[in-house]
Nanobody, 112 residues
Framework: QVQLVESGGGLVQAGGSLRLSCAVS????????MGWYRQAPGKEREAVAT???????YYADSVKGRFTISRDNAKNTLYLQMNSLKPEDTAMYYC??????WGQGTQVTVSS
């Protein structure tokens, strides 16, 4: 059974950094594209960053130059390094496998 478990969220001041992790069990991590998504209260879920099996990356315009997505296939883990955080980055962050299987989310709150 495939499970995705996010961690690393928390409360940080504007300008600070956080590193999110997503541990994937089930043995299929390395052969699937992965992504980070977020949903703020009252807003639709949006794609933040995605990474293919060949490490091709995509970033939403709002996070380009501040966030970095990466993957460690040996550890079956997806990462999102978030720097220069802004209050508008406040949201629940989810990792997803092929945009179909989802974790439970981790809350990121950025104070001004």
């Amino acid at each position: 059974q495939v499970q995705l478990v996010e961690s690393g969220g928390g409360l940080v001041q504007a300008g600070g950094s956080l590193r999110l992790s997503c541990a994937v069990s089930g043995g299929i991590f390395s052969i699937n594209a992965m992504g980070w998504y977020r949903q703020a209260p009252g807003k639709e879920r949006e794609a933040v960053a995605t990474i293919s099996t060949r490490n091709t990356t995509y970033y939403a315009d709002s996070v380009k130059g501040r966030f970095t997505i990466s993957r460690d296939n040996a550890k079956n883990t997806l990462y999102l390094q978030m720097n220069s955080l802004k209050p508008e980055d406040t949201a629940m962050y989810y990792c997803a496998l092929q945009g179909k299987l989802w974790g439970q989310g981790t809350q990121v709150t950025v104070s001004s």
